[in-house]
């Protein structure tokens, strides 16, 4: 099997138990890891486009009208093909999913698609215990601080916040140590390259710790403030580089300086144009569902609307046919993010740091806009 050293390594690892959740079942704790986890681990270990799924079957198990709501039940195969190299690794899985609404089609399309990443769940759950494999063993001895995790309840985040750095990890007992210290961190850093790699290395710490402030139902805007501080100093050492480039060249033909707008105190918004990056998104599996093929969808609220303009091609994410038709036709666009526990800024960040594209853009600007 081809899988690269880096690959085997986080295949091999215990499951962090900050992952993994409780419920109660016919007086039984169920121990599970939810599905927006698995399919992050599988983006994080295989590559966005290193992974991708197929529904092989979607059957209607049963479908009826409970007291003033609708209630559908669905069971799903689904076959998980990842690549390791030349070789494709393929592993199948079969699930059940069930759900209650107020018209339906919403409870059938809550419990297929429940059905559908039920089933990925148990595909992925093959590779190792990232994907929930130790949960399956009653000493849950592939879990990192299991006791912790026996004895606190399901909704109380056990384990530590690890920060991934170039010389060496550090860790710390609450979150707000480490928001603190990865802010710190990105402060520091004085490399663009460096600066998407610090960020690559802990986006995935990011996003647990902003779902886990989201708990309460009210967004904590963890994500958006470290996303924005990145946004910031990739913006400064971008401009440092371009002036240590042309100050000589400025001196030599004693150009007029140039007017730096994004420092006055209404600054032009700058929108990228990559078809190369928009490519490079369109290929990787949905963010929803894993599905394939997918649009590159552009996430609307990243920067202030100008006038037939859409947002820069930065901000980005790739969502299948169905779910960039649902997310076109909602009102609100936050809540479409939000009710599906995704922040769809951290994905466009970390695709950004990865894209191919991110050399060859063409910046355009809407001047007036903040």
Known sequence: MAFNEAQVKSLEAKLNAKHVRTRQAND??????????????????????????????????WSGKIDKGYVAAYSAKVRVRVRAGAENVVREGCGCGEARAATTGEAHELALKSAETDATKRALATFGNSFGLALYDRELAGVTNRKALLTNSAEDPVGIWILSLVDGDQSFDRSEDFVAALRKALNETHDIEALFALWERNVDTVRAINKEANRGGTPS??????????????IALAKQGEKSVSSDALAEH????????????????????????????ARQPCV???????????????????????????????????????????????????????????????????SPGRQSTVRRRNVGQS
């Open 28 to 61: 039984t704790t169920l121990t599970y890891v939810e599905g927006w986890h698995v399919i992050a681990e599988a983006n994080r270990i295989f590559g966005y486009d290193g992974w991708d799924r197929r529904t092989l079957t979607l059957n209607c198990v």
């Open 221 to 234: 805007g963890i994500a958006h403030v470290l996303v924005a501080q990145l946004k910031g100093r990739a």
């Open 288 to 354: 929803i569902c894993g599905r394939m093929p997918t649009h590159a969808h552009h996430v609307r609220f990243a920067q202030p609307r100008g006038l037939a303009l859409k947002v820069s091609d930065e901000f980005t994410v790739p969502l299948c046919a169905t779910h960039h038709g649902q997310n076109h036709t909602t009102g609100d666009k936050r809540r479409w993010w939000h009710e599906r526990k995704i922040d769809p800024l951290l994905i466009a960040a970390e695709l950004w740091a990865k």
């Open 254 to 281: 004693n150009a007029p300086s140039k007017i730096d707008k994004s420092q006055l105190a209404i600054p032009e918004v700058k929108r990228i144009r990559s078809k190369d990056h928009l490519r490079f998104v």
